[in-house]
């Protein structure tokens, strides 16, 4: 999955909710705390269990005999839960949010978030949930799900607050590390953030440990996220996931967790030009993350480790 920038219309709209919000909660400092902005908004919080269907039905079928117009087929939150593989869920009618109890704490913090900002976008609840969740087409839902993301992540981080943050923060694991203890916020979102909104040429990619890599590892499709910065994005349009995947295990070593290597790559612009990025991957000893960080044009008389061609 690659990230992809809103139009700077929708952006300023999102932004223009979240901080609405954090106005309200008067500017606070980091971490934000979602239950003071789902007081804020008067909105609810239930928990959910999607490995335990039983439950999840008996839920539903009371969500029905609640009445009002949530549920007008008993199935339909199944339906929607199954179909787009849901961690959450926001219901408008009852201004609640339903979160799967078997998702990760730090990951129930994102959740909530993206199904804050689904409930403050004027154009989202109609589109929310109902027939029109369940009939709409794969590119809108993908685009509801990417404002969603965009706001979780504007109102995680407080808007402009982390850009300050971010502009002092050179460019390294282990300093961007300290942003997301600053803000409460997994490393992968934080250093994600911090590519997504940065001026420089950066990249940023999930994916497995190359030594440890899972029964369904796809080497087709190696990375969970290819994360890259605007400038990076129009500079090296061609360049891609599985062969960046490739350079980069070549450093790797065993260690699990940690850090687990670093090292200066090639890659070719449009125009085919070589430059140099200076690389690093950091293990959560679940994820790999690597951050690639623009250094200089190639020349001829500088040695590079590893490099790569783009085909
Ligand atoms: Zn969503």
């Known amino acids: 999955v690659r990230n992809r920038f809103l139009q700077d219309r929708t952006a300023a709209e999102i932004d223009r909710q979240v901080a609405k919000i954090l ?4 500017n606070p400092k980091p971490p934000l705390h979602l239950e003071d902005a789902r007081a804020l908004l008067d909105l609810d919080l239930q928990y959910y269990s999607s490995s335990d269907d039983g439950a999840l039905r008996e839920f539903i079928h009371n969500l029905r005999v609640a009445g009002k117009q949530i549920v007008l087929r008993p199935t339909i939150l199944l339906d929607a839960i199954k179909r787009f593989d849901l961690h959450a869920l ?7 949010i339903l979160l799967d109890e078997a998702q990760p704490e730090i990951k129930q913090r994102w959740n909530q978030a993206h199904e804050i900002i689904h409930s403050i976008v004027p154009w989202h609840e109609e589109l929310s949930l109902g027939d029109n969740r369940s009939t709409l087409s794969q590119g809108c839902y993908e685009q509801l799900e990417a404002e969603a993301n965009y706001g979780a992540g504007r109102l995680l981080f407080l808007l402009d607050l982390f850009d300050q943050f971010a502009r ?3 460019p390294q694991i282990e300093a961007i590390k300290q942003l997301a203890v600053i803000f409460g916020n997994t490393i992968t979102n934080t250093l994600w953030r911090y590519v997504e909104r940065s001026e420089y040429i950066l990249f940023e990619i999930v994916s497995p440990h190359p030594y440890y890599l899972p029964p369904t590892f796809d080497p087709t499709n190696p990375c969970k996220y290819f994360i890259r910065s605007r400038s990076f994005a129009k500079m090296f349009p061609d360049t891609n996931e599985r062969d960046l995947f490739q350079i980069i295990s070549a450093y790797c070593d065993r260690r699990r967790a940690g850090p687990v290597g670093s090292g200066e790559i090639r890659l070719h612009d449009a125009n085919r030009d070589a430059h140099i990025f200076a690389c690093e991957s950091f293990s959560n ?5 690597t951050l690639g960080v623009y250094q200089s044009k190639y020349s001829p008389s500088v040695k590079v480790p590893h490099t790569m061609r783009v085909a």
């Open 285 to 289: 000893s679940y994820e790999m993350l």
């Open 23 to 26: 106005r309200g909660l008067g």
């Open 90 to 96: 926001y219901l408008p009618d009852r201004k609640r």
């Open 168 to 170: 002092e923060t050179k």
